[in-house]
């Protein structure tokens, strides 16, 4: 099993005791810029597909756990790539009450890290709606910049392109 850690946070693949904190995510509000909000029906298949994505591809988004309490996840960051989407992406949801908190920054560090090393990537996007201001300022911090040549997985998205030269060798991610 896949497994990241941080200085705060753990990171591993999903797990069928993950499903009622993505499901009140994706059932909220919240869930407008992820291409919600989600029936409880679709909250189900779209967490299948999330799990199911790891055997597929050998990666996925990874359930993020704060090591003060390595039971409750707090939402989801990582690796993702299905079928439809134009390039891989690393993408980011977090649930309500974590947020502000410096995690989604975290784990998103060490998902590129680890997509750009481990995974072997040679290029990795985050689709944004433009919006969505808490993603887009969390792109920026991670140094991407607005790809405007390259196509989004959703028409309502703009690319964020993350320089893979920016989360390789010696700096990894620092500016």
């Not at 753990?10 to 069928?16: C, D, H, S, T, V």
């Not at 975290?106 to 689709?127: K, M, P």
């Not at 300022?137 to 030269?165: C, F, N, S």
Request: aromatic residues 12%.
């Amino acid at each position: 099993m896949t497994l990241l850690t941080t200085d705060r946070l753990i990171l591993r693949p999903p797990a069928a005791q993950d499903f009622d904190g993505y499901r009140s995510f994706y059932m909220s509000d919240r869930a407008r810029f992820a291409h919600g909000p989600l029936t409880e029906t679709e909250a189900w298949y779209a967490f299948c597909v999330e799990m199911a994505h790891w055997p597929m591809r050998g990666f996925g988004m990874f359930t993020v756990l704060a090591q003060t309490d390595p039971e409750t996840p707090i939402g989801l960051v990582g690796p993702w790539y299905p079928a439809d989407w134009p390039e891989p992406e690393i993408g980011w949801l977090l649930w309500e009450g974590h947020e502000g908190q410096g995690h989604a920054d975290e784990a998103a560090r060490a998902c590129l890290i680890h997509a750009f090393g481990h995974l072997g990537w040679d290029s990795a996007v985050s689709y944004i709606h433009p919006e969505n201001t808490p993603s887009v300022t969390l792109a920026e911090r991670l140094g991407a910049q607005i790809d405007p040549t390259a196509r989004a997985a959703k028409p309502d998205l703009t690319v964020w392109r993350h320089d893979r030269v920016y989360w390789v060798g010696d700096k990894k991610g620092t500016a």
